[in-house]
């Protein structure tokens, strides 16, 4: 069953920040965040194996909450670089994907 | 190779066609996945291989869909008599490892158009 994703859109002003939400009905054993740019394959960003574990990348962090199965992805300062379509992946036996968040970051 | 390579790039097929998509996976990873992704969607999980075996084929959506990877390297994806909506990208990914899989590298993709 594929995890949830919220919000579906972002506008974003570069400088602003925004959290994408992942949550999964599973029990899962990693989350991972991928970005994805018009008409291009997905791109790994990190994953999160441990419960409560925050790893960071950049100006861009995630948190992963084993316990409730939900993991949040944080864009600070966003750049225009960072839009695209962001995917969390959840890993049960398979790997499965949500919907994605589309983020626009304006000048 | 360098990364994961998937041909062809674009595919237009008339409705009831057969058609095959092929993955290269980067060498020596186990795990490879198949999904497929319509326009403004997520991907969509099809089925996954770990080496040659078809561990899990739930996402396949009928039996018109039909994957192997028979030496456990390239992998071909191959769908009978297409419909207009199989139109979509496929999209193949391969990991390095087994059980936890860790980074997901995935292909260009093929653009599937069914008229």
């Known amino acids: 069953q594929q995890p949830v994703q919220s919000p579906q859109a972002v506008i974003l002003r570069e400088g602003e920040d925004a959290v994408i939400n992942c949550s999964s009905s599973?029990?899962?054993?990693?989350v991972h965040w991928y970005r994805q740019k018009h008409g291009e394959a997905p791109v790994f960003l990190m994953i999160?194996?441990?419960?409560?574990e925050q790893k960071g990348h950049d100006k861009i962090s995630a948190s992963f909450n084993e316990k409730k199965q939900q993991s949040s992805l944080y864009l600070t300062a966003s750049q225009l670089s960072y839009s695209g379509t962001y995917f969390c992946?959840?890993?049960?036996?398979?790997?499965?994907f949500g919907a994605g968040t589309r983020l626009t970051v304006k000048p | 190779g360098a990364g994961v390579s998937q041909s062809p790039r674009y595919k237009v097929a008339k409705r009831g066609q057969d058609v095959a998509l092929r993955c290269d996976p980067i060498?020596?990873?186990?795990?490879l996945f198949w999904y497929q992704q319509a326009l403004g969607q997520g991907p969509e999980f099809l089925t996954y291989?770990?080496?040659?075996?078809?561990?899990?084929k739930s996402g396949l959506p009928s039996d018109r869909f039909f994957a192997e990877r028979p030496e456990g390297s390239v992998s071909t994806l191959k769908i009978q008599r297409t419909q207009q909506e199989d139109s979509a990208v496929y999209l193949c990914?391969?990991?390095?490892?087994?059980?936890?899989?860790?980074?997901?590298?995935f292909g260009s993709g093929t653009q599937l158009s069914v008229l």
């Open positions: 599973k029990a899962l054993y990693s």
């Open positions: 990914a391969s990991s390095l490892t087994q059980g936890v899989f860790g980074k997901l590298f």
């Open positions: 060498s020596g990873h186990v795990s």
């Open positions: 291989f770990q080496n040659e075996a078809q561990l899990d």
């Open positions: 992946g959840t890993e049960g036996d398979d790997m499965r």
């Open positions: 999160l194996l441990k419960g409560g």
